[in-house]
């Protein structure tokens, strides 16, 4: 502000206020940083980390495992690339549609030491799954293949310890239960099977080497074979 050679301004005077400081979206506190470490991805270098490996996120059925997967900024990028390809494959039929975006849902995998985290990413990517299924499905939709995804999601997307592969209690302290993951397949038709393993056995240790390498298979737990639209009623989410 100024004054106009020492006349006196007209009316009130505007004063510029400053604009608060944003808060960043990679952090939710400095206290979470400083007992979790815990820095966000922005969408700018997860895009680019995706395009390293374009073509697997392109691939329906393709796997990934984030083992500190936070409230879910990877995984909601994969599957919104998957889903895309689904749609552009499958839009003119409903049901190969469903179909196929369950199993693009099914292949993404996220371990968070902190259960906020685990919702939150379990949240964002029932969102966007079922935004674009109603897109696409639209009077077709069916209520037991929601419930399925969401069932997925609850044994996808886990509250647990990467490091210890443990799950992990509300003060993410190791419980003595062993982190376990599905493997999900479609084996005729419309029948879906679920295979579990322990995330243990699935991370062998190599001898003689500090660095945990992905075996063929872990130790498997059990079975399940279903209709993919009753997914959720599998051993009432054991």
Known sequence: M??????QPRG????QKTKPEKKSAQIKSKERVAAHGEVFTAEREVNAMLDLVKQE???IDSRFLEPACGTGNFLVKILERKLDVVKKKYRRSPLDFERNSVLALSSIYGVDILADNAETCRNRLFKIWNKAY??????DLNEDTQKSAQFILERNIVCGNALSLMKVDENGNDTDCPIVFSEWAFVRGNTMQRKDYTFADLMRIGEGSE???PSDEGEFLTQYTSDYRRLWQDDKQA
């Open 12 to 15: 009130p005077v505007k004063v």
């Open 134 to 139: 109603k897109s696409v499905c639209k009077s």
């Open 57 to 59: 996120t392109e691939r």
């Open 211 to 213: 660095l945990a390498m």
């Open 2 to 7: 100024y004054w106009n050679r020492g006349k």
